[in-house]
């Protein structure tokens, strides 16, 4: 009985209050907000075309510095040749570590509770955030730093024992690119396990699988989108890479320079034509990995 | 049979106190109780998936409290089924063999005994997108019951399915359970599953007076 009192009064006072705004403030009211509609859109559209035509115009003024036959010229010196293979066969090798480490560090991180997991969380953030010379630096030091109390030096111990020199080599380039390219795979694989439901192992689990069948057998082959993506982004982050290639393997001609390194020096003796061409090539390398990912990431998060 | 021992267990907010229960071996058990009050947290200790904080777990008189889930020869079905997406029909049908290396013979009788009883055969090569509800439960059920489990752990079986599916899943499980002898253990919210499927009904209800949760058992 009382709650019905209740409503009814609600209604009434409704009822009350309505024929005030009918009547005179909401054709007001209405045009104000088609007017601030189309404001906003503007604006939106206005803050948001800002960034795609910057982007747009520099890729434009990079087509227009150079000629097809320029580009074709500078892309056939030895030099550049050179610095396309080491490119790609760094790239790919540092993209295959980074997805080696990442899927299971990725896994650890978004289906185990352990101690310190918020600690390794912050840990591999570090190489995203760290300024990439610092990264170079830090390689550096790591490599030559004698080990305290000893004269022990990883970069000599691994040069004299095992006849591998990293340091100014190609296997520098390849650590360098793998020391940030892995952050960004490890976020990929984090994603695609805490994506997929943990329930299906543990079923695998009373069935009689191990843990580690758990995961071979019904984790993994459910991740192997993600595992492409965090290649790609891994692949693409290594070509991006500069500056810590540039403190830790050096940019000796043909033998550690990268496309990144190879824009570097040619701006540096100012050869502009070379340096655009190459640059060029680096877009049309980044654009074929990006579509690779789109493509990928649509169906990644069904 | 499934058995627990003052078993007290802990998931999130929700804590269960020195519950014991037995189910006789072969028997068709029905928990009921409303949702949240951790029906699933003792599905999930009684096959290993969750520690206990103390107390024993008992299956066919053997204590697995500290055994892995692998071990223990408990089958679980989850409410949502978590089948493996990668997978055809037959090879989750298979897939509790292959993880013990049984013999392809073996196996292959396994496949064609489960396909027949749970009407499977025309679907063992598909894959897990696009079956039914009903062939997915079966499907779930197949790979459950490849290995003769000892206990048949079913979280909500029959929720996610249309009412004319219904009739016949109630009618199958009972049906496994009378064929196999596997213990079940069947938790849900409806009465009317209860009635048509429980040897043993048990209700987990509040005592708020003591703050704790308790087991209420009738036959």
Same mark, same amino acid.
């Given at each position: 009985?009382?709650?019905?009192?209740?409503?009814?009064?609600?209604?009434?006072?409704?009822?009350?209050?309505?024929?005030?705004?009918?009547?005179?403030?909401?054709?007001?009211?209405?045009?104000?907000?088609?007017?601030?509609?189309?404001?906003?859109?503007?604006?939106?559209?206005?803050?948001?075309?800002?960034?795609?035509?910057?982007?747009?115009?520099?890729?434009?003024?990079?087509?227009?510095?150079?000629?097809?036959?320029?580009?074709?010229?500078?892309?056939?010196?030895?030099?550049?040749?050179?610095?396309?293979?080491?490119?790609?066969?760094?790239?790919?090798?540092?993209?295959?570590?980074?997805?080696?480490?990442?899927?299971?560090?990725?896994?650890?991180?978004?289906?185990?509770?352990?101690?310190?997991?918020?600690?390794?969380?912050?840990?591999?953030?570090?190489?995203?955030?760290?300024?990439?010379?610092?990264?170079?630096?830090?390689?550096?030091?790591?490599?030559?730093?004698?080990?305290?109390?000893?004269?022990?030096?990883?970069?000599?111990?691994?040069?004299?024992?095992?006849?591998?020199?990293?340091?100014?080599?190609?296997?520098?380039?390849?650590?360098?690119?793998?020391?940030?390219?892995?952050?960004?795979?490890?976020?990929?694989?984090?994603?695609?396990?805490?994506?997929?439901?943990?329930?299906?192992?543990?079923?695998?689990?009373?069935?009689?699988?191990?843990?580690?069948?758990?995961?071979?057998?019904?984790?993994?082959?459910?991740?192997?989108?993600?595992?492409?993506?965090?290649?790609?982004?891994?692949?693409?982050? +290594? $070509?991006?890479?500069?500056?810590?290639?540039? &403190?830790?393997?050096?940019?000796? /001609?043909?033998?550690?320079?990268? #496309? =990144? !390194?190879?824009?570097?020096?040619?701006?540096?003796?100012?050869?502009?034509?070379?340096?655009?061409?190459? +640059? $060029?090539?680096?877009?049309?390398?980044?654009? &074929?990995?990006?579509?690779?990912? /789109?493509?990928?990431?649509?169906? #990644? =998060? !069904? | 049979?499934?058995?627990?021992?003052?078993?007290?267990?802990?998931?999130?907010?929700?804590?269960?106190?020195?519950?014991?229960?037995?189910?006789?071996?072969?028997?068709?058990?029905?928990?009921?109780?409303?949702?949240?009050?951790?029906?699933?947290?003792?599905?999930?200790?009684?096959?290993?998936?969750?520690?206990?904080?103390?107390?024993?777990?008992?299956?066919?008189?053997?204590?697995?409290?500290?055994?892995?889930?692998?071990?223990?020869?408990?089958?679980?079905?989850?409410?949502?089924?978590?089948?493996?997406?990668?997978?055809?029909?037959?090879?989750?049908?298979?897939?509790?063999?292959?993880?013990?290396?049984?013999?392809?013979?073996?196996?292959?009788?396994?496949?064609?005994?489960?396909?027949?009883?749970?009407?499977?055969?025309?679907?063992?090569?598909?894959?897990?997108?696009?079956?039914?509800?009903?062939?997915?439960?079966?499907?779930?059920?197949?790979?459950?019951?490849?290995?003769?489990?000892?206990?048949?752990?079913?979280?909500?079986?029959?929720?996610?399915?249309?009412?004319?599916?219904?009739?016949?899943?109630?009618?199958?499980?009972?049906?496994?359970?009378?064929?196999?002898?596997?213990?079940?253990?069947?938790?849900?919210?409806?009465?009317?599953?209860?009635?048509?499927?429980?040897?043993?009904?048990?209700?987990?209800?509040?005592?708020?007076?003591?703050?704790?949760?308790?087991?209420?058992?009738?036959?």
């Amino acid at each position: 009985m009382i709650r019905q009192t209740e409503q009814g009064m609600a209604k009434s006072a409704a009822a009350d209050s309505l024929p005030n705004v009918r009547g005179g403030v909401t054709p007001v009211l209405s045009r104000a907000r088609r007017l601030w509609d189309v404001a906003f859109l503007l604006i939106m559209t206005g803050l948001a075309g800002s960034f795609v035509l910057l982007i747009v115009l520099l890729l434009l003024a990079d087509l227009l510095f150079t000629s097809f036959s320029a580009f074709t010229t500078a892309l056939q010196q030895p030099e550049i040749l050179a610095a396309f293979q080491l490119t790609m066969k760094t790239c790919t090798a540092a993209a295959v570590l980074s997805v080696w480490a990442a899927v299971p560090l990725g896994y650890m991180l978004s289906r185990y509770s352990f101690p310190g997991r918020q600690l390794i969380d912050v840990i591999v953030d570090i190489p995203i955030v760290l300024p990439p010379l610092v990264l170079g630096l830090s390689l550096l030091i790591l490599f030559h730093q004698p080990l305290p109390g000893t004269s022990w030096v990883l970069d000599r111990w691994l040069q004299e024992r095992l006849g591998f020199a990293v340091t100014y080599r190609w296997p520098a380039v390849v650590l360098a690119q793998f020391a940030v390219a892995c952050a960004f795979a490890v976020r990929t694989m984090r994603v695609t396990f805490d994506q997929i439901h943990p329930r299906a192992e543990q079923v695998a689990r009373t069935l009689g699988c191990s843990r580690a069948q758990a995961f071979l057998l019904i984790a993994l082959p459910q991740a192997w989108r993600g595992i492409i993506t965090a290649f790609t982004i891994a692949w693409a982050r +290594s $070509l991006g890479e500069f500056g810590p290639i540039l &403190v830790f393997a050096g940019a000796t /001609r043909q033998r550690t320079e990268v #496309l =990144s !390194t190879s824009v570097f020096l040619e701006l540096s003796v100012g050869q502009l034509d070379a340096a655009v061409a190459v +640059s $060029l090539l680096m877009v049309a390398m980044a654009v &074929v990995v990006l579509v690779i990912l /789109r493509s990928l990431g649509a169906g #990644l =998060s !069904t | 049979m499934i058995e627990l021992d003052q078993v007290t267990l802990t998931a999130g907010a929700c804590r269960l106190e020195k519950l014991s229960l037995t189910i006789p071996a072969g028997q068709y058990a029905v928990l009921m109780g409303r949702t949240g009050i951790g029906k699933t947290t003792i599905l999930e200790a009684i096959c290993g998936l969750r520690p206990v904080d103390s107390g024993r777990i008992r299956i066919q008189q053997i204590d697995v409290t500290d055994w892995d889930p692998a071990d223990r020869r408990t089958a679980y079905m989850p409410q949502d089924l978590a089948l493996f997406p990668t997978m055809t029909v037959r090879q989750h049908l298979e897939f509790a063999l292959r993880i013990r290396r049984r013999p392809n013979d073996e196996i292959e009788q396994r496949v064609q005994e489960l396909s027949r009883l749970l009407q499977l055969e025309p679907l063992l090569n598909r894959r897990i997108r696009g079956l039914s509800g009903g062939e997915a439960q079966r499907t779930a059920l197949g790979r459950a019951l490849a290995w003769k489990p000892a206990a048949l752990l079913l979280d909500e079986p029959i929720s996610a399915l249309d009412t004319d599916t219904r009739r016949s899943a109630l009618e199958l499980l009972k049906s496994i359970n009378r064929a196999t002898g596997v213990t079940v253990l069947h938790v849900t919210h409806s009465e009317e599953e209860a009635d048509a499927l429980a040897d043993l009904r048990m209700q987990l209800v509040e005592d708020r007076e003591n703050r704790r949760t308790r087991l209420q058992i009738s036959c």
